[in-house]
């Protein structure tokens, strides 16, 4: 019963020291926290914000590279797509008559063994008239191979005419399967040819079909239709393009010359804010075009104030050219608000450009931007002079006497100072020298 009782009273103790712990965990709840902000250490003014601006809209065309000619190859600057015989056929077989008369005439019909690719060629013609696309590639294919002057070339481009007028690379394509046309000219002037109608999709097929078919080709030919490949663009992944054009235009010793033309230009428009130095030297243009390009195009948009000063210097580097001063204006306005206000190492270049941008008349209609960039970053302060330690000149001459002609008489130069007879020079003499013994001479043998 002891042993109970005893049991009892711990168990009833230890509940108690429960209750009291419990009571004092759970006192009385802190006071509420108030929110009275974050002190800054430094001025508002003196942080720095990133700004949002659109780029200028300033017309680069005339720096970046034109394609007009390399989507054009191999057409000549005054060849274009006509439907009509490339070849005078009309005055080999008659005088004073045109193509279509002879048609009308029934003379494609003829039978002539001395004439029979003038006839063949008449009759090609004679179904484009009645849209026959099929009998006119069957009597005009078999001209590819002929020997008259001047016949195959105009085959050539009569078929990439045709074909071209019929419709798009689909069904140029099923035309030239069946009737077995692997003539790779042919396809060029064909994808240059829809490329003068403004078909870019169905050149860039034909163009495709091109570069497949032919395994022979020049490097000046491949570099060619890779730049058609590569500035049409109807690729989601032009990079492999673009690596075989730099492995033809720059690792061999001796690169073809077209090539490495092609391949300045590939590079300044596709990367013209860092691709443009060396097109800018081959075209032998202003070299401040390269860097006025590189501030255009790696234009930040939305940037801090350290990324709209590296634009300003950028800009800077190309004044003088159409657009510099815009750029550089604009830029300055922005990393002038970014800051909140004009760093001191910032104001006297910036002054000296507001200067040279002045100077050009073009730059009028920013008079008023470049006063108030002007009164945002006044002129620093100059230092004052430093006291010299040099000593003060000597007084001036006294004028001359009237009446006294000759040179003004000068003061008498002062006396040099008395700094007394110059040290002697202490000689310390030499030792007598030792006197070295004779060697010995044996003397001669008694006889």
Sequence with gaps: MTIVDGSLWQDRAVRWIGVVLVAGCFGKAP?????????????????????????????MSWLVPDFHEELRWPLSAMSHPSLEPRFAVAQQLGIGVTWDQLCSRGVHKRVSATQKELLSYLHGWCDVQKRDVDSACAHLTPL????????????????????????????????????????????????????EVGMAADAFAINARAIDSDNYATPATKCRRL????????????????????????????????????????ACWRYPE?????????????????????????????????????TV???????????????????????????????????????????NIRVDPANAALEPRLKKLAQDCPTPAQPKAATTIYPPPPPRLPPAPQGVTGPSPRPPRPPPPDIGPPPRAVSTPLAPPTPVPAPAVPSPPTP
């Design 31 to 59: 006071p509420a926290v108030e929110n009275t902000g974050v002190v800054r250490t430094e001025p508002a003014s003196r942080l720095t914000y990133r700004v949002f601006s659109p780029r200028p809209a300033l017309d």
């Design 144 to 195: 590819l191979g002929s020997m008259t002057l001047g016949l195959r070339p105009a085959v050539r481009h009569d078929l990439a005419n045709i074909l071209a007028d019929h419709g798009g690379a689909e069904k140029a394509e099923h035309w030239l399967s069946k009737h077995n046309i692997r003539d790779v000219e042919t396809l060029d002037i064909l994808a240059a040819t829809y490329v």
């Design 227 to 266: 730049a058609k490949r590569i500035v049409i663009g109807h690729e989601a992944n032009p990079q492999p393009a673009i690596n075989e054009l730099n492995d033809l235009a720059l690792k061999p010793k001796l690169p073809d010359p077209v090539c490495k033309r092609v391949w300045t230009k590939i």
């Design 274 to 310: 860092t691709g443009c130095h060396q097109y800018i030297v081959d075209e032998k243009i202003d070299y401040r075009a390269s860097n006025l390009l590189a501030a255009y195009y790696s234009w930040p948009f939305s940037a801090d104030a350290w990324t709209w000063w590296t």
């Design 313 to 355: 210097e950028r800009a800077r580097t190309a004044l003088g050219m159409h657009g510099a001063a815009e750029l550089l204006v604009t830029a300055a306005e922005l990393a002038v608000r970014a800051f909140g206000y004009c760093p001191a190492y910032a104001r006297a270049p910036l002054h000296e450009d507001i200067a």
